[in-house]
């Protein structure tokens, strides 16, 4: 792995745990404004504990060594989350202040998934 690529997984993936992490933590917390915005989604308030906890447990995934199994799931988890808030945020007419931050933590997985480095993936044998 070239230098560049390597910062470049870190510099997303680091980014992208933050991301993951403090909306985890609001979900968890059931911040006001989280609970409101999950009902404007039409969704019911213990979707939000649900996300929170397997957002954190993702994160943690991510960033061990290791499990590179449990890594693809993450980041599947990651990838289907946020592509189904952009799409849930679409679905009720939500403007494009609502779309940054999944839109953001989307592209951050994906090239974060991208770069990672060969003994974070899954490599099969042929």
Known sequence: M??????IYWVATLWLALGMTATGIVQLI????????MAHLGYPSYFLTILGVWK???????????FTL????????????????LFSHLAVGDG???????????????????????????????
Not at 96 to 123: D, M
């Open 70 to 85: 449990l890594k693809e799931w993450a980041y599947a988890g990651f990838f289907f989350s946020m592509s189904g808030a």
């Open 96 to 126: 494009g202040k609502e779309f940054f931050g999944p839109a953001l933590l989307l592209v951050l997985t994906v090239i974060s998934w991208y770069f990672r480095p060969v003994e974070r993936r899954v490599v099969t044998a042929n």
């Open 56 to 66: 954190i447990l993702g994160v943690v995934t991510v960033l061990i060594p290791k």
């Open 2 to 7: 070239t230098k560049r690529n390597k910062i």
């Open 30 to 37: 059931k911040q006001k404004e989280e609970v409101e915005m």
